[in-house]
């Protein structure tokens, strides 16, 4: 009878070192996702500033062109649902455009705005978008559309940009 005492006692014995070792992966693996979600966190004009919006940049505003393009909604396996908007900016102008921030708003049938999604068109660290030039983006929005939202492509706003 003291043989399965001893058994028992070094199974037991076991089972908390285990589990030390299971607390520091999982440590290890948050630590890990933290730090990945700080490397691809999308990187704003300086540090964390948002570009400005002040008068020139207000007066160059209308040389930037938006063209809709296609929106589409999706859901993943946890329900998540996701809406993607696609389209194409253009610089008209005589200025290179080294940032840009937008608003996208949707409306609904009494044009009231129901969301308001802020994105990066064009990234500071990214390809500038020079004079004449078009680029075709598509943004992922990760805030679920109202039901009173009116099923129109959204008015995009400009609400920052760098020039040179």
């Given at each position: 009878?003291?043989?399965?005492?001893?058994?028992?006692?070094?199974?037991?014995?076991?089972?908390?070192?285990?589990?030390?070792v299971?607390?520091?992966i999982?440590l290890?693996?948050?630590?890990g996702?933290?730090?990945l979600s700080?490397?691809t966190?999308?990187?704003?004009?300086?540090?964390?500033?948002?570009?400005?919006?002040?008068?020139?940049?207000?007066?160059?505003?209308?040389?930037i062109?938006?063209?809709p393009g296609e929106?589409?909604?999706?859901?993943?396996?946890?329900n998540q649902?996701?809406?993607?908007?696609?389209?194409?900016?253009?610089?008209?102008?005589?200025?290179?455009?080294?940032?840009l921030?937008v608003n996208?708003?949707?409306?609904?049938?009494f044009?009231?705005?129901?969301?308001?999604?802020?994105?990066i068109?064009?990234?500071p660290?990214g390809?500038?978008?020079?004079?004449?030039?078009?680029r075709?983006?598509q943004?992922?929005l990760?805030?679920?559309?109202p039901?009173?939202w009116?099923?129109?492509y959204p008015?995009?706003?400009?609400?920052?940009?760098?020039?040179?």
């Amino acid at each position: 009878m003291a043989e399965p005492v001893e058994n028992n006692a070094e199974e037991r014995s076991g089972f908390p070192a285990a589990f030390a070792v299971g607390i520091v992966i999982m440590l290890v693996l948050a630590g890990g996702l933290v730090l990945l979600s700080r490397i691809t966190r999308p990187h704003l004009h300086g540090a964390g500033q948002k570009p400005p919006f002040g008068p020139a940049e207000q007066a160059y505003a209308p040389q930037i062109h938006f063209q809709p393009g296609e929106m589409s909604q999706s859901s993943n396996l946890l329900n998540q649902e996701f809406t993607y908007v696609a389209g194409t900016v253009t610089n008209v102008g005589s200025r290179t455009l080294r940032a840009l921030n937008v608003n996208f708003e949707f409306h609904d049938p009494f044009n009231q705005v129901v969301l308001r999604d802020a994105q990066i068109l064009i990234d500071p660290a990214g390809k500038p978008l020079g004079p004449g030039q078009s680029r075709t983006f598509q943004v992922t929005l990760g805030a679920h559309l109202p039901s009173e939202w009116n099923r129109a492509y959204p008015l995009i706003r400009i609400t920052g940009m760098v020039l040179e």
